[in-house]
């Protein structure tokens, strides 16, 4: 690949939409289970490495929960938001929005949502004191697969938090297949009468038909995932229409078997289609690419142009939820860096 490219891609002060702060990396996996004193899952780093293997989306859920059942205290939920603002100086990442699912994999446990919270908060102060400019937001991820009842009732106890981390939007994660957006549409509707920004993932293991029914019956800004909208072209057309924003995860669906291979990923396809997409890690930890790895591998295998690479970094910055704000650092920096 050029090698100015793979320069900009990993220079250029990027933005990133789609990535589950949940899915811990196997050293705060190993961390947490030696310091709460959890035996059984594993003995060793080496172990925690080793645990992230999967198929499937549900074999991958179940892994991602049992790491993840080594999340106890306010101190781990810190320590995760500082690892999380470390990766982003590390990929010149200057903002990220941060999804985190209190049902799936909090909730069940019996930690209270103040513990989740206070760590955020306490983590995201740390974080602003030990890295300069970088800016964290937060989505509240629903439990696509729990009544839509109970994620009313959670919705109405998270809004008293909403002064104590920047928790922007409502999303939608967990097993698709089975589990249509529109069961949860009176929560997404509760959402917005709140002010949430809307987003979910749709799209990822279920076809078209997932998408549609989503856009039916709920007011999303944004889909998360929604690579399968690329199988209808009318579908296509009322993304574009809408300007929703697809916030694409290839490394991600390449793991979990959505897609074959990078080879089969079909962002060129998205790009010459008039749909807004962005390029995203989903669980770094789990599918072994970050954000600048996956636009990296895209830009390789199918030979990206600069101004397609341009597009999609830039995408992350027009139509994320803080509204603009850092498109203006990423276009400062384009020109002083290409003259673009
Ligand atoms: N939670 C974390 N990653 C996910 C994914 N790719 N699909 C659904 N739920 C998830
Ligand atoms: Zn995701």
Not at 67 to 85: H, K, L, R, W
Not at 120 to 125: D, N, P, R, V
Not at 145 to 174: F, Q, W
Request: glycine residues 6%; contains cysteine.
């Amino acid at each position: 690949m050029d090698n100015n490219l793979k320069k900009l891609i990993i220079e250029c002060p990027k933005a990133e939409l789609h990535y589950h702060i949940d899915c811990i990396s196997p050293e705060l996996f190993w961390k947490f289970s030696q310091r709460n004193g959890i035996k059984g899952s594993v003995e060793s780093l080496q172990d925690a490495v080793e645990f992230f293997n999967f198929q499937t989306l549900d074999e991958f859920l179940t892994v991602m929960l049992t790491a993840i059942s080594s999340i106890q205290t306010e101190n781990d939920f810190a320590d995760m938001v500082i690892e999380c603002a470390h990766d982003m100086i590390e990929q010149n990442i200057i903002y990220r929005e941060v999804m985190f699912d209190y049902t799936a994999c909090y909730g069940h446990r019996g930690i209270p949502l103040n513990t989740v919270i206070n760590g955020f908060s306490k983590g995201l102060k740390l974080a602003k004191q030990r890295y300069e400019n970088i800016d964290i937001r937060f989505i509240a991820n629903l439990d696509r697969t729990a009544p839509v009842n109970d994620n009313c009732k959670y919705i109405n106890e998270l809004v008293k938090y909403r002064d104590m981390i920047p928790l922007i939007a409502v999303g939608m994660d967990m097993q698709e297949i089975g589990h249509l957006a529109h069961k949860q549409a009176e929560a997404f509707a509760l959402a917005k009468e709140y002010g949430f920004n809307l987003t979910g993932h749709v799209g990822e293991v279920v076809g078209p038909e997932g998408i549609w029914d989503a856009l039916q019956s709920i007011p999303l800004d944004r889909i998360d995932h929604g690579v399968r909208a690329v199988e209808d072209e009318k579908l296509l057309e009322l993304l574009s229409e809408k300007e929703i924003l697809l916030t694409l995860c290839p490394a991600s669906n390449i793991s979990l078997g959505v897609y074959p291979s990078w080879g089969t990923f079909p962002i060129k396809k998205l790009l010459n289609s008039e749909v807004k997409v962005c390029i995203n890690s989903d669980d770094p930890p789990c599918f072994h690419y970050d954000l600048t790895g996956n636009m990296i591998k895209i830009a390789e295998t199918f030979d990206l142009s600069q101004p397609e690479v341009i597009e999609l970094i830039r995408n992350s910055f027009v139509f994320n939820f803080a509204g603009k704000e850092h498109l203006n650092d990423v276009d400062t920096w384009l020109k002083k860096t290409h003259q673009i």
